[in-house]
């Protein structure tokens, strides 16, 4: 295995999916390599963290 270079689906910036990442990943079972660079996925998060907060969990 060695670092993948990607491209980030919302800004198209190119961002390295490391062999560490990788890793990773397949331990979770995840299938998919990343679509977003970390600075997108941490905005979406950050985002949806927001939208949902409006609502209680019990």
Known sequence: MED???TCR???ATFTFTVGE???YA???FTNE???CP???KAKKASQKNFNS???QR
């Open 27 to 29: 331990e979770k079972g």
């Open 34 to 36: 990343p679509a977003r």
């Open 10 to 12: 919302d800004c198209s």
């Open 54 to 56: 409006g609502y209680s």
């Open 22 to 24: 990788q890793q990773f």
């Open 39 to 41: 600075d997108c996925r």
């Open 4 to 6: 993948k270079t990607l």
